[in-house]
């Protein structure tokens, strides 16, 4: 089977180092380049299945390069940032980074994501059922089972879980759930959002204050956390 | 903290210059009317020893320029009403004015030295509150060191054993050797967590995020991570029935709640019970945290959110985490309390005013 190709972008040799080992461990193929330049290079000769990118490098910011790559690049990209820097996250995920790891990370955190992020790219869009642990949602007919019993959800609600189900282990921002659900002039309104999850949360998890579907991501959004 | 002017002594804070010019002026005055209303049963010459002591006193209190004006103000006065022949400048007599010239010279010194002696004074106790100061820092620097070195000490050595090729470990003390290097970084992050929080504050460009907040969620999700470290306590959660949703910076707050329990984790015994209560009363948002611990002595309580305090006897820390808690709250215009409780235990309660909405339930279907 084709072993799937991970460019890493970080000018940090001890993250490449540490990168290599637990991904090559994983048996995917990896490669890295320690600059923005180099990256680009990398990514526009020979396209990887999935790039690693670190929002400071020396010669770029990340997000520049990011932007960039997103005119002609449309596989996942995994931002890699240190703490405290939700803003920066958000204005990634917003460009279209497909998930975010912050420093420091737990090597079995970074590879569930890069697994689910290239188990996302590789699903085909046209799905009509998703099924996850105990959740079923069936996308023609809109109907939603827990433990086989039908779960009955408003059209709001509805519309919330299938946007999070069909972004399964992926981030959502706040900002890009408000504007898919309830359109562009709602993108501040986040009081609708908390509504909703909340209500959402006590139809679909078993104890609605510990949730294992819909996880909120501090300052950022949520993740539907696909377990399937 | 060092601040010379609070400190207890027979001198008070100073009034500012231009009072203390108008203080030395009526003073001089209030002295020359009860003078001369006196001046039926005393001599001039005894009016003078009266001005001395006045002008005396204005220097226990005031600084030089002001006080150097009254006795100024003081020669004249006497002069002109007091010395024959009155309300002139002229003096009759020699004698008067050689009183005249001696008056002034005695109350220029009696300023000056008063004025040294006050300086001196004040000298002495800035450099003793220095050392105090000094000895503080020097203390609570020696814990941040110790709480920064330990774990990156274990680090180096258990790498350093780890890749050592002539000693030969077994499986069981490497695979330990591995557990302390985990243990270690973990506990290095949260400290220099708490150092970037810490500084995050100092910058003076710490701004908080706000967006709506379900109370709820982020006490549980506070909960949820620190799990681990709950497993050894009760937990008891209490949430107000249908809180609105509030105006905070949920990752802000996150922290705040974080580091109060984290603290109730690492200062109270296991098997006691940590008690995490939200509610809505006022118009406020009022979020406890208790513990069943020992509570904290009264007499440190005002230093309990200063940064780098750690209590008599404790077990470690940075003395940071509630030093940060502060901060955030007051980034949030809220303030926070520490009590003791009645039978056991410390309670902090951060309350906090911010908008709301009642948007509980929302119709679509």
Same mark, same amino acid.
């Given at each position: 089977m084709h072993k799937a190709q991970i460019l890493v972008i970080d000018d940090e040799v001890q993250i490449q180092r540490l990168l290599h080992i637990t991904l090559q461990r994983e048996d995917f193929d990896v490669s890295s380049a320690s600059t923005a330049a180099e990256g680009i290079t990398r990514v526009a000769q020979h396209p990887p299945d999935l790039v690693l990118l670190d929002l400071g490098l020396p010669d770029k910011s990340g997000h520049d390069v990011l932007k960039h790559l997103r005119e002609w690049y449309s596989k996942p990209i995994l931002i890699i940032s240190v703490q405290s820097d939700e803003a920066a996250i958000v204005k990634a995920l917003d460009d279209g980074a497909n998930d975010y790891v912050i420093k420091p990370f737990r090597t079995g955190e970074l590879v569930a994501r890069v697994r689910t992020a290239l188990r996302n790219a590789a699903a085909e869009g046209n799905k009509t059922e998703l099924t996850f642990s105990d959740l079923t949602i069936?996308?023609?007919?809109?109907a939603v089972k827990k433990k086989g019993v039908a779960v009955k959800l408003t059209a709001t609600e509805y519309s919330l879980l299938s946007l999070l189900a069909r972004n399964g282990g992926k981030v959502l921002t706040h900002h890009y759930m408000l504007t898919q659900i309830w359109g562009q002039h709602y993108h501040e309104q986040s009081q609708y959002l908390r509504v909703f999850i909340g209500q959402l949360r006590k139809k679909i998890e078993d104890d609605p204050n510990r949730p294992t579907y819909i996880v909120t991501e501090s300052g950022v959004g949520y993740r539907f956390t696909a377990h399937q | 903290m060092r601040n010379a002017e609070t400190v207890k002594g027979f001198l008070f804070n100073k009034p500012p210059k231009k009072r203390q010019y108008a203080i030395c002026i009526f003073t001089v005055a209030g002295a020359t009317i009860i003078c001369s209303g006196l001046d039926k049963f005393i001599d001039y010459r005894n009016v003078a020893l009266i001005l001395l002591v006045t002008v005396s006193c204005l220097a226990m209190f005031l600084d030089i320029l002001p006080v150097l004006l009254a006795a100024t103000l003081s020669a004249l006065v006497w002069d002109f009403f007091f010395i024959p022949p009155r309300l002139t400048l002229t003096i009759g007599e020699t004698e008067d004015r050689i009183l005249l010239i001696m008056y002034f010279v005695i109350a220029l010194i009696n300023a000056v030295l008063t004025f040294k002696i006050r300086q001196m004074e004040k000298e002495v106790r800035e450099k003793s509150e220095r050392a105090r100061e000094v000895k503080f820092y020097n203390t609570l620097f020696n814990s941040l060191s110790h709480e920064l070195r330990t774990p990156i000490t274990t680090i180096i050595g258990a790498s350093d054993n780890l890749m050592n090729q002539s000693v030969r470990l077994d499986d069981t003390t490497r695979k330990e050797l591995l557990a302390e290097v985990s243990i270690a970084a973990l506990r290095l992050n949260q400290q220099v967590e708490n150092l970037l929080s810490m500084s995050r504050l100092e910058s003076g460009v710490f701004q908080i995020k706000k967006d709506w907040v379900d109370v709820n969620e982020l006490i549980h999700k506070v909960v949820h991570h620190l799990e681990p470290q709950l497993e050894k306590f009760r937990t008891s959660i209490d949430i107000g029935e249908n809180l609105p949703l509030f105006k905070l910076d949920f990752g802000i707050m996150e922290q705040v709640l974080y580091n109060l329990i984290y603290n109730a984790v690492i200062h109270t015994p296991e098997n006691t019970t940590i008690t995490i209560q939200a509610l809505f009363t006022e118009g406020k948002l009022i979020l406890k945290v208790a513990d069943n !611990?020992? !509570?904290?002595p009264e007499d440190e309580f005002e230093n309990v959110f200063t940064k780098f305090y750690q209590p008599q006897g404790s077990k470690g820390g940075t003395g940071l985490g509630l030093s940060i808690v502060k901060g955030f709250v007051e980034a949030h215009h809220g303030t926070i309390t520490l009590e003791n409780l009645p039978v056991c235990g410390a309670m902090f309660t951060v309350t906090i005013e911010t908008e709301v909405t009642h948007l509980n339930k929302i119709n679509d279907a």
């Open positions: 069936d996308l023609v007919s809109r | !611990g020992r !509570g904290f």
